[in-house]
T-cell receptor
């Protein structure tokens, strides 16, 4: 079964600073990979996804992530953080089943705090 | 187009009661998945329905059940509520069919139903 680890429970950055949130997964083959963001009291919003192809993936809100097979990682990055980026970030891994369907397994999340 | 709609958004129940939560997926989506989110356990998969059939199931007791209607709307039910059932219950919909995964099977989540059990 697949699993995902987000080693950082909390990350604090200053507004305008760069950001990298770490995600490591465990799966025997190339999985589907996702980053979601959750604001307080809200559901999860998809930031970006990786299914195959180019290992550098661009997402919404200026986020990007890079799939590194050798490191089993899918780290999320943003060059300049805005105060509105403060939220909970979840990495998810999905093992492909049924020719395209999958059930994602989520990490425990990283809480991003942005200082002005 | 309209997103995933979950009702009710907030509810309070007492131990032993039962609760039904509703999820209306994005138009055209045939798969509905349910997740339980708690501070202690994080996001845990409950079950997935596709074309009115339960296609996948997580590791939850039989008190947790669900169903899907012909219009793809889904309900989940929790019977004999326990304090530990207090959580945010999230529903997600997707196209759900087989074929190219490039974008059609990405999950879109609703805002959730916050259940408090007293």
């Amino acid at each position: 079964a697949q699993s995902v680890t987000q080693p950082d429970i909390h990350i604090t950055v200053s507004e305008g600073a760069s950001l990298e949130l770490r995600c490591n997964y465990s799966y025997g083959a190339t999985p589907y990979l996702f980053w979601y963001v959750q604001s307080p009291g809200q559901g999860l919003q998809l930031l970006l996804k990786y299914f195959s192809g180019d290992t550098l993936v661009q997402g919404i809100k200026g986020f990007e992530a890079e799939f590194k097979r050798s490191q089993s990682s899918f780290n999320l990055r943003k060059p300049s953080v805005h105060w509105s980026d403060a939220a909970e970030y979840f990495c998810a891994v999905g093992a492909p089943i049924l020719g395209g369907s999958y059930i994602p397994t989520f990490g425990r999340g990283t809480s991003l705090i942005v200082h002005p | 187009k309209a997103g995933v709609t979950q009702t009710p958004r907030y509810l309070i129940k007492t131990r032993g009661q039962q609760v039904t939560l509703s999820c209306s997926p994005i138009s055209g989506h045939r798969s509905v998945s349910w997740y339980q989110q708690t501070p202690g356990q994080g996001l845990q998969f409950l079950f997935e329905y596709f074309s009115e059939t339960q296609r996948n199931k997580g590791n939850f007791p039989g008190r947790f059940s669900g169903r899907q209607f012909s219009n793809s709307r889904s309900e989940m039910n929790v019977s004999t509520l326990e304090l530990g059932d207090s959580a945010l219950y999230l529903c997600a919909s997707s196209w759900g069919g087989t074929g190219s995964p490039s974008g059609a099977n990405v999950l879109t989540f609703g805002a959730g139903s916050r259940l408090t059990v007293l």
